[in-house]
């Protein structure tokens, strides 16, 4: 210890305290650690402690030193009084850090330490350079405008510094999207796209006003533009932006929805095509199937004998309208029920592949349905044909539409024709009559119109 009266810390530190009470000071205590990477002597710790304090300018202030290994390393604690015994005042400590990095290499160099990276490189008052705070307005210009402060001040200290005269930089600055005006209160300023308005001599790094000026210089203040048109300029300029942007994004839309539109009518087309395919498989399966069960059913002894029987009447003028609507009935004869039933799949075929048709939508049909009728052009052109040749069997109204299965149903009742049935035997219901009578000699039921009478 020096100069205090107490020989032990408690009564050091109290004694300190109670010089301190008579002046203002609140910390009247300057404690200072010295933990060197190797070990010194005690010659060189006292050394190192004197310097230091003659560098905080405590010489010959009271002090106390402390001693003690931890961890195994050897450090020593001082300890001084900052109050000045003869002035009764406080000795100002400002700037301690900076005096102590100094001592640490002075020492450092002194006793050959090694010193950490921070002291080792000394990069002067470059540390305590800040990097300037972005304030809560620029933060919202940047926001509404996209373009960070640190950016902006970037690019336009670049364009100063690259450009030579003052017309140079304000066609750069144009083309960077910025219009230098005139401002109210400072000299010249610059309007960002969004229209926010910024002082140029603090978009410049390392440049003052002065030097601003001195570049602005040939370039009179009438032939800026005023902050109001400047800002007109760049909301014209954003509106033409925006919308070349919009023109672009619609133009994107229409080809997406084109590709798109293409893309579904490919895979409709290939459905639709896969769906046809199909149908046109099924379709031959089935008629297959009874063309296969028909030509089985008419290699029977009695259908065999049934024709030649028709056949041998049909030869005798009296007997044919006797034996006609025994041969149109379909579950007597089997060539009739043949018939009806290759004309029910025929109309169900149509009707499935015109449904399929319509589903494609861009190919015109020869198998148009009519709404009133239900039949399709195929059926009209049957119905025709056969009314012109005077065949006798007309194609039946009433015939099942719908055949089950891939094979027909042999010996399935399938309803006579309106226009001559039989309930009994040598009675018929003619066209348009109501009642049942028995035919007249020579009467045919199935004789068009225009055909004569059999005699």
């Known amino acids: 210890m020096r100069g205090l009266v107490a020989d032990d810390l408690h009564g050091a530190f109290a004694e300190i305290e109670a010089v301190a009470s008579g002046t203002r000071c609140k910390q009247p205590f300057y404690s200072l ?16 402690i004197d310097h230091i304090e003659g560098k905080l300018g405590l010489t010959n202030q009271p002090r106390a030193v402390v001693f003690h290994v931890k961890d195994g390393r050897e450090h020593c604690h001082v300890v001084w009084s900052r109050i000045d015994l003869d002035n009764m005042r406080s000795i100002g400590m400002s700037h301690d850090h900076m005096k102590l990095r100094t001592c640490a290499r002075e020492l450092a160099h002194a006793y050959g330490l090694p010193l950490p990276d921070g ?45 030579d005269s003052a017309a140079m930089l304000r066609n750069e600055l144009e083309r960077a999207g910025y219009v230098l005006a005139q401002g109210e ?29 001195a570049r602005l210089a040939d370039l009179p203040p009438e032939s800026l533009p005023t902050v109001a048109e400047a800002q007109a300029q760049q909301a014209a300029r954003q509106k033409a932006v925006d919308e070349r942007l919009r023109e672009k994004a619609r133009q994107r839309g229409a080809k997406s929805a084109a590709d798109m539109k293409a893309k579904q009518e490919s ?34 002894l009695f259908n065999i004998i049934a024709g030649k029987v028709f056949d041998l009447f049909d030869r005798v003028p009296g007997l044919r309208s006797v034996v006609a609507p025994l041969r149109c009935n379909p579950a007597i004869n089997a060539a009739e029920r043949h018939r009806l039933e290759s004309d029910a799949l025929n109309r169900r075929h149509d009707r499935e592949r015109h449904a399929v048709d319509v589903t494609d939508g861009s190919k015109a049909t020869s198998h148009q349905f009519d709404s009133s009728t239900g039949k399709s052009e195929a059926d009209a052109a049957f119905r025709e044909a056969t009314n012109k040749s005077g065949a006798r069997s007309a194609p039946v109204r009433g015939a099942a539409r719908t055949i089950s299965g891939a094979a027909p149903e042999v010996g399935r009742r399938v309803q006579t024709p309106r226009t001559a049935s039989r309930t009994a035997p040598g009675r018929i219901r003619c066209r348009g009559q109501k009642k049942w009578h028995r035919p007249a000699p020579g009467h045919d039921p199935y004789r068009p119109r225009s055909a004569p009478r059999v005699a």
């Open 267 to 300: 895979r409709r087309r290939r459905a639709i095509d896969a769906k046809r395919q199909q149908l046109a498989i099924t379709h031959a399966s089935e008629r297959m199937a009874m063309h296969a069960a028909h030509k089985a059913e008419q290699g029977r």
């Open 33 to 48: 650690a010295i933990n060197p990477p190797l070990p010194l002597s005690r010659e060189q710790y006292m050394a190192t």
């Open 119 to 163: 002291l080792a490189e000394d990069r002067g008052d470059a540390r305590f350079e800040k990097t300037r705070d972005v304030t809560f307005a620029e933060r919202a210009m940047a926001e509404a405008s996209g373009i960070a402060p640190a950016e902006r001040r970037k690019a336009i200290t670049t364009l100063f510094r690259s450009s």
């Open 185 to 213: 209160r400072r000299a010249c300023i610059v309007v960002d796209r969004a229209g926010h308005v910024h002082a140029l001599a603090r978009q410049i790094e390392g440049a003052k006003t002065r030097d601003v000026k």
